[in-house]
């Protein structure tokens, strides 16, 4: 049994069958395979990323158009689609029990100390395994081998433990609320008078849509202070380790914080090198070898000439530009180009959150009998943050109506008494403007839930799918593009359908979605919900390789909510999304040019 029996390959398996492999690498010989197993790792954090399916990508032959898929990887998949087993995974987890892979999800679990603890005694069923390795370590029997001993074996337990309730490492979290954890981390570090900088690192910093564990990098010249500090966060449940310049701890919410300190005066190069990704620094040190220079995490040093001392670097600007490039936003390093374009100083300007100026997403509290959840706040008091935000201009865009339980005639009469709350509001309110929009159902057949009356009422309607997630990828795209044909749908909201760690989204051809909208002047949203963060950053940059334009709002239910925007300028900035790309970074007029086109 091989691991990789699946009907139907799915991202989330492939990235898991690739980890496999990598991890049979690193059981065999980690030294010999260090490329490999880097390759691997890398293309199943790539893949498990994607909005497309991989396989989609095979159908149309475009394996080529994934990042960090080389045309060796590249040959493999194709024979895993063609035939549904690839012959070199077979010869690279040949002779390691299947059972392995299971405990690689456990926390502080790595491939070899699966491996040795299996073929200690003998697991054999993956379905079992981790029961299984319980049930030994609680006779007593991990304690016995050498090299293990009590303290191994009680490490064992809690790991196991803390799997079983989704705490630790390996629990992947939606980037807003790993946000949220490291937040509150900075804002407690910042009270250690000996820290002078503090950066989030890895997947955190680039902004990826859900983190592991939460890194921290800090600037000091006393790190002995600084992780006595960090291990009394008033939030933690355990220390992990602690050593002279790095430590991990639980907190009490069940996530990992690790932290690594370094001097001031190389504390550019230490946030380069952990900031990643992996394609993004291998690509920039063999580029570095070719100048003669080598790259690590505490600065550059001469390739040729191992007597010169190395060279700091105390921010990332200098480090970048002692290689001949301009400093690279974080979101944008996943070897995607960046690197070229920086070398020729022409990256591009990306989107910042202070360039937005409004929300077009937002439910308020009106008793408008929705279909789906009502809002929480009055338009007053959306209204009013809005303002505090400085923003122009916002949208108020409550579910339609419900259809189960109103007539076409009293859905007209509500959205009309909605219409002339709106508009006495309006009259009284100038700093911030107010388009009248809807989210509107787009039903299983292409219609949209509300009639053309009723549709006349406002600016414009948001269109989105809410039920049947289960249509095959030419039904969906037809009823996306039926539902956004209507002369008032002019956003497609949440526009894949995905809950990270719930639901996997449904797929659309989206060449002929980015078609349809460029030619009929429609826009596709991004979603700054924490568990959304849709559209993913490789979409966002092939609708804007295909000229179609963006909006990022918040799909917010209470006024709080709103702040949720920075997450939907990430996602852009992932997608290398300039100002001019985004359609809510306009004027207010602009705006209501193209709503009104």
């Not at 890194?215 to 600084?226: C, E, G, Q, T």
């Not at 989105?464 to 969906?476: E, G, L, N, P, T």
């Amino acid at each position: 049994m091989l691991c990789y029996d699946f009907l139907v390959m799915t991202n989330k398996e492939l990235a898991r069958l690739l980890r496999n492999v990598a991890a049979s690498y690193t059981i065999k010989d980690e030294k010999k395979f260090h490329f490999q197993i880097v390759a691997y790792i890398n293309a199943a954090d790539t893949i498990q990323g994607l909005s497309t399916e991989v396989e989609d990508y095979y159908k149309q032959d475009k394996l080529k158009e994934i990042p960090g898929i080389g045309t060796t990887l590249k040959s493999r998949l194709e024979e895993l689609f063609k035939t549904g087993k690839v012959s070199h995974f077979e010869w690279a987890m040949e002779g390691i029990s299947p059972a392995v892979f299971p405990l690689l999800s456990i926390p502080s679990f790595g491939p070899k100390k699966a491996y040795k603890l299996v073929m200690e005694f003998g697991f054999k069923n993956p379905d079992t395994v981790i029961d299984d390795l319980e049930k030994v370590a609680k006779e007593g029997k991990i304690a016995q081998i050498a090299g293990f001993g009590e303290k191994s074996q009680s490490d064992v337990l809690r790991a196991i433990s803390e799997y079983k309730k989704g705490m630790g490492k390996t629990t992947r979290m939606a980037l807003p609320f790993a946000q949220e954890v490291a937040d509150k981390m900075v804002e407690y570090m910042k009270e250690c008078k000996e820290v002078e900088k503090i950066e989030p690192l890895g997947s955190l910093r680039r902004q990826m849509p859900t983190i592991g564990d939460i890194d921290l990098a800090i600037a000091s010249d006393n790190p002995k202070s600084v992780l006595e500090h960090f291990v009394s966060y008033p939030f933690i449940e355990r220390i992990i380790e602690k050593g002279e310049v790095s430590a991990s701890i639980l907190t009490s919410g069940g996530k990992q914080v690790d932290l690594l300190i370094q001097p001031p005066s190389c504390f550019g190069s230490l946030l380069q090198h952990f900031t990643g990704s992996k394609n993004h620094n291998v690509h920039l040190r063999e580029m570095a070898l070719k100048k003669g220079l080598s790259l690590s995490e505490y600065g550059i040093k001469n390739a040729k000439d191992k007597n010169q001392p190395i060279k700091e670097y105390s921010t990332e600007e200098a480090f970048y530009e002692a290689i001949g490039l301009e400093w690279i936003p974080p979101e944008m390093r996943e070897d995607e180009g960046e690197i070229e374009l920086a070398e020729k100083r022409k990256l591009p300007k990306l989107v910042e959150l202070k360039d937005i100026k409004g929300d077009f997403h937002l439910h308020s509290s009106y008793p408008i009998e929705p279909s789906h959840d009502l809002g929480h706040n009055t338009f007053e008091e959306m209204i009013d943050v809005a303002r505090n935000l400085g923003y122009e201009y916002l949208g108020f865009a409550e579910h339609n109506p419900s259809m189960a339980k109103h007539t076409p005639e009293k859905i007209y009469e509500i959205l009309k008494k909605r219409d002339e709350n709106i508009e006495q509001i309006k009259s009284n309110t100038k700093d911030v403007r107010i388009f009248k929009l809807l989210e509107t159902d787009i039903l299983s057949n292409g219609d949209l839930a509300i009639d053309d009356k009723s549709l006349d009422l406002l600016d414009a309607t948001i269109v989105s799918i809410h039920s049947v997630f289960s249509m095959d990828k030419k039904q969906m795209t037809e009823r996306v593009i039926k539902g956004l044909s209507h002369k008032k749908a002019k956003i497609l909201a949440h526009p894949t359908g995905r809950l990270i760690n719930e639901r996997e989204g449904y797929d659309l051809d989206w060449d002929i979605v980015f078609e349809f909208c460029r030619k009929n002047n429609k826009a596709l949203e991004i979603n700054s919900w924490p568990n959304r963060l849709d559209l993913s950053g490789d979409l966002i940059r092939r609708a804007i390789e295909n000229n179609v334009k963006l909006v990022i709002d918040t799909d917010s239910h209470a006024s709080w909510q709103m702040k949720f925007q920075r997450y939907g300028v990430s996602m852009a900035r992932r997608g290398w999304a300039t100002k001019s790309d985004i359609l809510n970074t306009l004027a207010y007029n602009d705006l209501k040019e193209w709503f009104n086109k």
